[in-house]
């Protein structure tokens, strides 16, 4: 039965710093390109100004080759953006104006 509990967030965005060393068999999403993309993310949602819209960050979120991630709830939705200009389109289509970015978004395979 679902329960009726009133959301904190309307978006609530968690990304992956894990950082493992180069060459690591399992790679990880900060050797994958992380970092810039969770400093346009931090910004981006910061700037909105938001307090419904957040974002935490999170070590390995357990699909590592797939990287660099970042999962979106209450949607569920996973993002692989490449390039801050995916991370704009991700906050404004997505977190703002409602409509996910079909071409960003992954299935993970468990
Ligand atoms: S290192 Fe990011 S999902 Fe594992």
């Known amino acids: 039965m679902p ?3 009133p959301q904190v967030f309307k978006v609530h965005v968690f990304a992956c710093f894990q950082q ?3 060459g690591h ?5 900060q050797t994958a390109g992380g970092g810039p993309l969770w400093d346009r993310l931090s910004a981006k949602i910061e700037g909105l100004g938001n307090p419904e819209i957040s974002m935490t960050a999170t070590g390995c979120l357990g699909f590592c ?3 660099p991630l ?3 709830y ?3 939705i996973w993002y ?6 995916d991370i704009d389109e991700i906050v404004k289509s997505h977190f703002v104006e409602g409509n996910p970015v079909e071409r960003l978004i992954i299935v993970p395979q468990l």
């Open 65 to 67: 080759r797939a990287g």
């Open 20 to 22: 493992r060393p180069p």
């Open 70 to 72: 970042m999962v979106v």
């Open 80 to 85: 692989r953006p490449q390039t801050t200009d």
């Open 74 to 76: 209450p949607a569920g």
């Open 3 to 5: 329960l009726d509990i």
């Open 25 to 29: 068999p399992r790679g990880s999403c």
